[in-house]
């Protein structure tokens, strides 16, 4: 059976009410995994109450930072003192300076390009390029077509088919979150992976898109994350003075 | 109703909208549940519309699919297994 995740909420973390209730809906909605945005001085308690409801509603927590530098030297500078305490980073690719670094760097998750202007959308055939020799996967967050309308919405589905089209061209994984803040946001993920027809994604697609790829996404970081890694491929399995035994 | 066939028309326009079929078959207020018949080639177009629904009458509302189905008697088993 497929396991569904939503990598993209983003709560109000002043108030444990909407948290759980977000957290509540999405495990209604058939998600087993969510990962939630959090501030870099994120206070420690609201960790473990986020886990904690996560845990009581039988739904997996992943923690999650959004990055939105001004400039590449920023995106390399923030990386450095957060990848290793978030499991996923996401990157707000607001020039085309970052929108490259950030394809190029291995430590970024996820490319996301929050506007529905074209101008400012720079996710081309050389940023996929440059991002199909990284690790980072295109993220499509639904808040933002579900916002819009008329004309806007028409400009973002144009934009969003031409990047999906040049994605699939250049190997690159499709991650589809909902970018919801409060429940009336959150989506189903079949419902999810039927919007993305909208786009021109095909059903097989669009639901590996919201159940495979983020998965395995973050499972690879939790790897990475884990006291024993050293490499890809190398981990410590035991440790001490006589490891024969 | 009105909503979804707005959503339909606002997405695919009068072209798409005339290749739904759509039209309303059960409604219950009371548990907030609507059965709703479609052409099956324009499944995934009013699966769409209907997802896309973000507000009835000027209220903050989502609608939920809960299930689909060829028939009617299936599909009320669908949903009493709901």
Redesign the interface.
């Known amino acids: 059976m497929k396991q569904f995740a939503d990598l993209h909420l983003r709560p109000p973390l002043e108030e444990r009410e909407q948290m759980e209730k977000l957290i509540c809906k999405a495990t209604d909605?058939g998600y087993s995994l969510v990962a939630i945005s959090l501030p870099p001085k994120i206070k420690q308690a609201t960790v473990l109450f986020l886990r904690k409801t996560c845990k009581s509603h039988g739904v997996d927590f992943a923690t999650r930072i959004d990055l939105t530098p001004k400039s590449s030297n920023a995106l390399l500078k923030s990386l450095r003192l957060f990848r290793r305490r978030f499991q996923i980073v996401g990157v707000n690719c607001i020039s085309k300076s970052v929108a490259r670094q950030a394809a190029k760097d291995h430590r970024v998750d996820m490319l996301a390009f929050p506007s529905s202007n074209p101008r400012k959308r720079f996710f081309d055939q050389a940023e996929a390029r440059v991002a199909c020799q990284g690790v980072a996967a295109f993220e499509i967050d639904m808040a933002l077509?579900?916002?819009v309308?008329?004309f806007y919405r028409m400009r973002l589905l144009s934009s969003l088919r031409k990047e999906v089209a040049i994605a699939k061209k250049n190997g690159i994984p499709i991650v589809i979150s909902s970018n919801a803040c409060n429940?009336?946001q959150?989506?189903?993920p079949?419902?999810?992976a039927?919007?993305a027809?909208?786009f021109g994604m095909d059903?097989v697609s669009a639901l590996n898109a919201v159940s495979v790829t983020p998965s395995a996404i973050v499972k690879r970081n939790r790897e990475k994350l884990d006291s024993s890694y050293v490499a890809r491929g190398v981990r410590i399995v035991r440790r001490g003075t006589n490891c024969d035994s | 109703m009105n909503a979804i066939w707005d959503m339909v028309y606002?997405?695919f326009g009068e072209f798409g909208a005339s290749q739904t079929a759509l039209f309303l078959v059960k409604r219950d207020n009371e548990k907030g549940i609507v059965i709703v018949r479609c052409s099956h080639k324009a499944l995934?177009?009013v699966?769409?519309a209907?997802?896309?629904v973000?507000d009835i009458n000027r209220k903050?509302?989502?609608i939920?699919?809960v299930a689909v189905s060829g028939t009617l008697k299936a599909l009320r088993r669908k949903l009493f297994e709901h």
């Open positions: 909605l077509l579900l916002q309308t008329g429940p009336f959150l989506r189903g079949n419902d999810l039927s919007l027809l909208l059903n | 606002q997405l995934n177009m699966r769409a209907i997802t896309a973000t903050h509302a989502v939920r699919v």
